[in-house]
């Protein structure tokens, strides 16, 4: 295999059990650079547990408008023409709302008073983990925006602390089909989806591969908890069929699974039918990937 | 004519970057005066459309030339709408692409990735 | 669990409440939990805030569907009035213009902030509308079904989240609000009028983790909320824990079965197909009542 090649585990559909499946292709390919890019809800350091602290560093997003109130005359106008909700009164002057507020800085130039400024904004904190592997993982503030230019920087912290002669690069990503997701796609080389069989995956699923289409990327599923639903689950087959994409693997459900977790172990590290079936997805995947 | 190469840090050593809109400097070599300058990539730092700035520095630095392992269709459009040629670049150091470059070996750059889609003109 | 007769009905004694579900970590139940409680609630309407994925429209296949478009404004420009000064370009913040010989607009990227057209010396740059997404409202029996749905390739459903909210102050009734996963933008503005939040977690370490930045999130809108565990298999429980640990309302504690499981994979919803949920949906519903009264 190419060295350096970055494997993305999307879903749609939140709960798939990508952070899992991650985990455990970390540990089977002995990947020493993978990184967390759901900056929204990230867990892949508690399923990956880290035998050290993290170096820390604050995450700033887009500026945001401060309105000085001593400057501020009252006249209004900012609020008329923030798209954004994010300007609220406040007894005679005007003050912005920093959750709603997108960084546009229209306020900032429409002021005729100069009261508004566009001020370092901390959208999110961003870590990095060193041992024997980099981990780059972050998390973003609670209610902001700007969530793709976290995953960016994830990504970008992860490509300049690597070793240079690194392996596979794994990549856990988010749910959903939206700017944290596009911007992990950007530059990967393959996405793997693991895919729910039940009405609601399925339907999830279509959406997250017609995202991930638009970007020529490699895609390939597997599904998780196939055992739960096994109409669905010929329905996912089918479907990867028709549209071409390899449909590498299934994962049985496993209360074992939970278990590992929990403890801070992968599915791998205990005997257990899920750990059995995701090596056999990574052999699988690894095949695809030596191809490229 | 001018030929810019992202790559990842301001030296002649230095190894092409493999994003072209997010790279930390531009290695910019001018043909006539044969001299090598970088130039920092202010787009980095972008929320969004990196490549788009990206692209808009190059535009504005007059630059003729790109050599990349990979481009996405937004900034893919700036480019040819500014007439630099983007040529294909291997994952080596970047005055080797340079060199190869120079001796034709490179070729034009077929697979452009779609990035957000499109643009309106 | 005690079994309840069909014939038995809920007091309408709930006046109009927003009720917020979310849970920070996707797949933990929220919308299995939404759409049984908007089922069993009579004359309540359910809304569908998780725009990049909606899914409780695959559970009560609406029908009388009415449409309506989620666009914005982005620019257009007048490439006669243009003469290249690329005050536009520079002003722009998300890099969604670029000039070349003529203003280029990359749409997909624009936040349709209305800046470019302001800042035009010559007033060359106008709006024109882009569709980014779409709500859907239809009917299940008696309850009202609102569902936004986001374009494959936008990049932020908040515009379709506010259309959906204006459309959720008209209603009279109670209405359930099915929140995307995560504590971001979206979901801030998903429980910005809520009433009161459902948290939903699940029995995992992860579990437990988003439903704390969840919790915060909550906290800091200083909404009532309680939360619903899910999943239970009588082993260790760190969102039980967590809840403990805060001093959190915990409404109900529902254990992972395999017929819950089937019945919602195969996009059923529980409180028709059996008694025994919709018990626990009418008991969740009364804890509820009890804290907004």
């Known amino acids: ?292 | 004519m001018i030929i810019a190469i992202p790559v990842d840090e301001n030296n002649e050593k230095t190894l092409t970057c493999i994003s072209y809109g997010r790279a930390p400097y531009y290695l910019i070599f001018d043909t006539d005066s044969e001299k090598v300058e970088y130039v920092q990539n202010t787009a980095a730092e972008s929320a969004g459309g990196a490549g788009i700035k990206a692209a808009q520095i190059l535009v504005n630095n007059k630059v003729n030339i790109l050599l990349t392992e990979r481009c996405g269709q937004n900034a893919a459009d700036v480019l040819i709408a500014g007439k630099i040629k983007i040529y294909k670049a291997l994952h080596v150091q970047a005055m080797t692409n340079l060199k190869a470059f120079l001796k034709g070996e490179l070729e034009e750059l077929r697979d452009i990735h779609p990035g957000y889609h499109g643009h309106k003109d | ?293």
């Open chain 3, 1 to 293: 669990m005690i079994r309840l007769n069909i014939g038995q009905t809920i007091r309408k004694s709930m006046e109009k409440n927003i009720i917020a579900v979310l849970s920070g970590k996707g797949g933990t139940g929220k919308t299995m939990v939404s759409v049984n409680l908007a089922c069993i609630l009579p004359g309540a309407a359910y809304s569908d805030c998780d725009v990049e994925e909606p899914n409780g429209h695959l559970f009560f296949k609406p029908t009388q569907l009415s449409e309506k478009n989620v666009d914005i404004l982005i620019p257009k420009i007048d490439r006669e009035k243009c003469t290249g000064c690329t005050k536009c370009v520079d002003f722009c913040k998300f890099n969604a213009l670029a000039y070349v010989g003529k203003v280029l607009v990359f749409e997909e990227i624009c936040h349709y902030c209305g800046g470019c057209t302001i800042v035009c010396p010559e007033k060359a740059i106008t709006e024109t509308n882009y569709n980014i997404g779409k709500i859907v409202q239809g009917f299940f029996e008696r309850t009202k079904v609102i569902s936004g749905f986001l374009n494959v390739g936008a990049i932020s459903g908040v515009p379709i989240i506010k259309e959906i909210h204006k459309q959720i102050k008209e209603e009279r009734n109670t209405v359930i609000v099915d929140c995307p996963p995560g504590s971001s933008c979206a979901v801030m503005e998903s429980i910005q009028a809520s009433d009161y939040c459902i948290l939903v977690s699940e029995p995992t370490i992860f579990g437990a983790h988003n439903l704390d930045m969840v919790y915060r999130l909550v906290k800091l809108l200083n909404k009532k909320c309680g939360v619903i565990l899910n999943k239970c298999d009588g082993n260790y429980n760190p969102s039980e824990d967590y809840c403990l640990e805060n001093d959190i309302n915990i409404i109900a504690r529902i254990p992972y079965d395999s017929e819950l499981s089937d019945i919602n994979g195969n996009g059923k919803i529980a409180v028709k197909e059996s008694d025994l949920y919709r018990g626990v949906f009418q008991d969740i519903i009364k804890e509820i009542e009890k804290v907004l009264s």
């Open chain 1, 1 to 292: 295999m190419k060295d350096k090649l970055k494997l993305l585990i999307l879903s749609g559909k939140g709960g798939t059990g990508k952070t899992t499946v991650a985990c455990a292709f970390i540990r089977l390919a002995d990947s020493r650079a993978y990184a967390d890019c759901d900056v929204d809800a990230p867990n892949l350091h508690l399923a990956c547990r880290q035998t050290s602290d993290p170096m820390r560093k604050d995450f700033y997003g887009l500026k945001k408008a401060y309105i000085n109130r001593d400057n501020c005359v009252g006249c209004n106008k900012c609020y008329e023409y923030c798209r954004f909700d994010a300007i609220y009164k406040q007894g005679e002057v005007y003050q912005v709302d920093p959750f709603s507020c997108e960084g546009c800085s229209v306020c900032e130039f429409i002021c005729p008073a100069r009261a508004i400024s566009m001020i370092d904004s901390v959208s999110g904190e961003i870590m990095l983990y060193r041992s024997a592997s980099v981990f780059s993982t972050a998390c973003l503030k609670m209610g902001s925006g700007n969530s793709g230019k976290l995953v960016s920087a994830v990504k970008k912290q992860l490509y300049e602390n690597m070793e240079k002669k690194s392996n596979i690069i794994i990549i856990d990503g988010s749910p959903g089909i939206g700017c944290p997701v596009i911007a992990s796609i950007s530059g990967v080389d393959m996405v793997l989806i693991v895919a729910e069989p039940s009405v609601s995956g399925i339907n999830d699923m279509e959406r997250i591969i017609e995202t991930s289409r638009r970007f020529g990327v490699s895609i390939a599923v597997c599904v998780n908890k196939y055992d739960t639903n096994f109409k669905i689950t010929k329905e996912i087959e089918d479907y990867c069929n028709k549209v071409n994409i390899p449909f590498i693997g299934k994962i049985p459900y496993d209360k074992r699974a939970i278990y590992a977790t929990n403890q801070g172990m992968s599915i791998i590290d205990i005997d257990c039918p899920s750990g059995k079936a995701v090596k056999e997805v990574f052999e699988n995947i690894n095949r695809i990937l030596d191809k490229i």
